[in-house]
C-alpha cells in the first residue's frame, strides 16, 4: 500500500519546482547579458570601423585637397612668374619706345629753338643737346640748352607733357646752377617741349613761369602769348 501525499511532500515539490524556475530565470538572465554585451561589443566594434574609415575618408580628402592646393600655388607661381616676365618686357619696350620718341621730338624741336627764342628777344646763339652734369646731389641731363653770353635756356623735351613732368623741370631748373656752376652768373629760363600735353598742363606750365612749345604743322612754335613774364633762375 502506497504512503499517502503529506502536506509536506506537496510543500517540497514546490520548492522544487520554484528553484527550477528561478534557476532556468537566472540562466535566461546570464544569457540575456551574455548577448547585449555581445550585442554592445558588435556596435562598438562597428563603430570603431566606421569611426576609422571616416578618418580614412578624411585623411584622402584632405591629402587630395592639399596636392590639388599645391598643384595650383605652382601653376600660379609659375603663371605669376610668366606674367612678370612679359610686363617686364613690355615695359622695356614702351621705355625704349618712349626714349626713341622723345628723342625724335628733340630732333625736331632743337633745330627750330635759337629762331624761336631770337623772335622772342633773345640773343641766343648755341644750341647744346644732351647736356650732363654730375655735380651737386644728382645727376642732371638736359635735353636742349640755348645759350649766349649771359643768358641760357633749359628746354625739357617730353613726348607727352603732364603735371608731374612739369614739376620735375621746375626741381632740374632749381638745381640748375649747383649742377652747372659755369653759368652760375648767367640769366637761365626754363621751357618746356611736347607733342603731346595733358589737359590744363600748358596752363599750369605757363603761370610757373615756363615757356611752352608745342606743335605746330609739320614744325613747332613758342604757345606764350605777348603778356607771358617767364621766371628766371
Known amino acids: 500500500m502506497s504512503n499517502p501525499v503529506t502536506l509536506e511532500d506537496i510543500f517540497q515539490i514546490f520548492q522544487r519546482s520554484q528553484e527550477e524556475a528561478d534557476r532556468r530565470f537566472a540562466e535566461a538572465d546570464r544569457r540575456a547579458e551574455e548577448a547585449k554585451a555581445e550585442a554592445k561589443t558588435e556596435a ?12 580614412e575618408a578624411k585623411a584622402e580628402a584632405k591629402a587630395e585637397a592639399d596636392r590639388r592646393a599645391a598643384e595650383w600655388d605652382r601653376e600660379f607661381t609659375a603663371y605669376r612668374a610668366e606674367n612678370d616676365r612679359i ?3 613690355l615695359e622695356k619696350n614702351m ?9 625724335f621730338v628733340e630732333n625736331i624741336v632743337a633745330p627750330a629753338v635759337l629762331g ?17 652734369s654730375g655735380r ?9 640748352f640755348v645759350v649766349d653770353d649771359d643768358v641760357a635756356i633749359v628746354v625739357e623735351v617730353k613726348s607727352r607733357l603732364t ?5 620735375q623741370v621746375l626741381n632740374t631748373l632749381n638745381h640748375f646752377k649747383t649742377a652747372f656752376p659755369h653759368y652760375g652768373t648767367y640769366r637761365i629760363y626754363g621751357a618746356v617741349a611736347a607733342i603731346e600735353i595733358d589737359k590744363d598742363v600748358d596752363t599750369y606750365a605757363y603761370n610757373q613761369g615756363l615757356f611752352v612749345i608745342k606743335q605746330s604743322g609739320d614744325s613747332v612754335k613758342i604757345s606764350n602769348d605777348d603778356q607771358f613774364q617767364p621766371r628766371m633762375w
Request: glycine letters at 8%; proline letters at 0%.
Open 87 to 89: 610686363i617686364q618686357r
Open 163 to 167: 603735371q608731374n613732368e612739369v614739376r
Open 136 to 144: 651737386g646731389s644728382r645727376n642732371l641731363e638736359i635735353d636742349i
Open 44 to 55: 562598438d566594434r562597428r563603430a570603431a570601423e566606421w569611426d576609422r574609415q571616416l578618418a
Open 116 to 132: 624761336l627764342f631770337q623772335a622772342k628777344g633773345f640773343q641766343v646763339q648755341e644750341v647744346h643737346q644732351r647736356m650732363r
Open 95 to 103: 621705355d625704349g619706345l618712349t626714349s626713341r620718341w622723345g628723342r
